[in-house]
Nanobody, 124 residues
Framework: VQLQASGGGLVQPGGSLRLSCAAS????????IGWFRQVPGKEREGVSC???????YYADSVKGRFTISRDNPKGTGYLEMNSLKPEDTAVYYC???????????????????WGKGTQVTVSS
């Protein structure tokens, strides 16, 4: 059972990146997929999640700029990030679980499987 986040990199302010979260060893279909980010010295922040039935939730800081999606047959979740800002710089993690309430998922509750992070750096 494993999750692998990828797609991070260095991008200029205003640019875009698409992160992927690939699942192996289990089926994503029945799980919520969440994206989180963390800056050294700060608490982890919930960025977005998509439930098994397709409901999406976003942190206020990314609403209108980020879009979460999932492709169950491919066993992959995505986070499309547009209009990136320097304050979006962080290590981004994906996680899965049965959490379905954003207020809980955003704090990591109900998310049982975590992938290694991918670094996103927004800088000119």
């Amino acid at each position: 059972v494993q999750l692998q986040a990828s797609g991070g990199g260095l991008v200029q302010p205003g640019g875009s990146l698409r992160l992927s979260c690939a699942a192996s060893g289990f089926t994503l279909d029945y799980y919520t997929i969440g994206w989180f980010r963390q800056v050294p010295g700060k608490e982890r922040e919930g960025v977005s999640c998509i439930t098994s039935d397709g409901k999406t939730y976003y942190a206020d800081s990314v609403k209108g700029r980020f879009t979460i999606s999932r492709d169950n047959p491919k066993g992959t979740g995505y986070l499309e990030m547009n209009s990136l800002k320097p304050e979006d710089t962080a290590v981004y993690y994906c996680a899965t679980g049965y959490g379905s309430t954003w207020s809980f998922v955003a704090r990591g509750y109900g998310m049982d499987t975590w992938g290694k992070g991918t670094q996103v750096t927004v800088s000119s």
